[in-house]
């Protein structure tokens, strides 16, 4: 997959969001774990932003950074991990 570079968006209580922006400033509510692995919970939590786009953080640093992708980039790494392109990771 190609170096995703994002572009500030919409603002979201009067900031512009980014890739990279502290997650906390995007608030608390709203964030999900879509999966769990049996490493206790230590995970990836995901948000959907009122523009579409989806903020990807780290459970264990809810203040850490936010990384901040498209509809169509989330899909293309679903789908891509789903068709085995990501497997090389984990053998």
């Known amino acids: 997959m190609d170096r995703i570079k994002s572009q500030p968006g919409p603002l979201f ?3 512009r969001i980014y890739n990279g922006m502290p997650a906390r400033e995007l608030g608390s509510e709203g964030w999900h774990k879509p999966w769990s692995g049996g490493n206790g ?11 579409g786009r989806i903020a990807v953080r780290q459970s264990t640093d809810p203040d850490g950074p936010a990384l901040i992708y498209t509809p169509a980039e989330m899909t ?4 891509g991990a789903k068709a085995g392109e990501a497997d ?3 053998s």
């Not at 919970?41 to 523009?51: F, I, T």
């Open 13 to 15: 209580c009067g900031q």
């Open 76 to 79: 293309a790494f679903i789908e």
């Open 41 to 51: 919970g230590n995970c990836l939590e995901a948000m959907k932003l009122a523009d």
């Open 88 to 90: 090389f990771l984990v």
